[in-house]
């Protein structure tokens, strides 16, 4: 599975998926503003995402995104604040 920025993003939704998802990990994919890693940048544990440890930011103990069916929002941890509008479409 893979997510593409949706309608909410600030930088608009877009064709090529800005991350990859293996096992309960998030990578950044080919259409990332930044290109691809090979260390994960979130964890996701239920409907949570967490920055990890491959995140140019580092860790944190709160959630940066929420997953509310194919759709992932921002969340409370999020150093934009959280948002009504998706920010990724799951596909």
Do not use: C, L, Q
Request: proline residues 13%; hydrophobic residues 25%.
């Amino acid at each position: 599975m893979k997510w593409y920025p949706a309608f909410g993003h600030p930088e608009g939704t877009g064709g090529s998926p800005w991350f990859s998802i293996r096992g309960n990990k998030v990578y950044p994919a080919h259409g990332h503003p930044e290109g691809t890693g090979g260390s994960p940048w979130f964890s996701i544990r239920g409907d949570k995402v967490y920055p990890a440890h491959g995140h140019p930011e580092g860790t944190g103990g709160s959630p940066w995104f929420s997953i509310r069916g194919n759709k992932v929002y921002p969340a409370h941890g999020h150093p934009e604040g959280t948002g009504g509008s998706p920010w990724f479409s799951i596909r």
